[in-house]
């Protein structure tokens, strides 16, 4: 987790020119994933794990009611706190694996580009911790990469070791091997499904840069 905290304290300054890449499948996606968020947590008292340099707390900011944002790393959310947002947001170093809110403390939860990040064996583990201080009846986003041959880095797997890896060089030349899982649309319903009664392929968009899952915790 450590690597990990260090990698984007690293890569703050340069973590959204991503978004800015003109191509036109991945701006189509973007578009697509900017207008799920706000029209599925509109309204919503919103808990965003691992909000970064605040880019989709942004966005979700001109629907949500109020968003808590929180990350591990302090550098990108003094970052994320320069920009100008549509609702109140509080900012909070929180550690997504062991979240310190009340139960039921929200109505809406967003995680953007983290989940790739969760060592598989962690997975569940995280989506409890997750879903335990969601209210009943919340409305839940988690998006991701998906895997695009030649991007973001060589793709590393391990001996004995169910998750894959990315070897990530930054601009000051300093590289990190940061844990980078890709998922099939069949493993999204198959990890989701155990956590969110009825979910379905129905509740996955999977594009070809991106995917994410929209459904609510009963």
Sequence with gaps: MSDLVEYYRRRAGEYEEIYAWRDPHRQEEQEVLAEAIRESLRGKDVLEVACGTGYWTRILSSSARTIMATDLGEEVM????????????????????????????????????????????????????????????????????????????????????ENTYKLRTLKDGSRFVIVKNYFTLEELVDIFSLHAPGFSEDNVYYGTCFWYVDYELC
């Design 78 to 161: 003094e970052l994320a706190k320069k920009k100008d947002y549509g609702c109140p947001v509080t900012f909070r170093k929180e550690d997504a694996y062991d979240l310190s809110f009340e139960d039921s403390s929200f109505d809406g939860g967003l995680a953007f580009t983290w989940f790739s990040h969760i060592p598989r064996h962690r997975i569940d583990s995280f989506l409890r911790g997750f879903h335990r201080v969601l209210k009943q009846g919340s409305r839940v986003i988690v998006a991701d990469n998906v895997y695009i041959p030649g991007l973001g880095g060589e793709l590393i797997s391990k001996d004995d070791d």
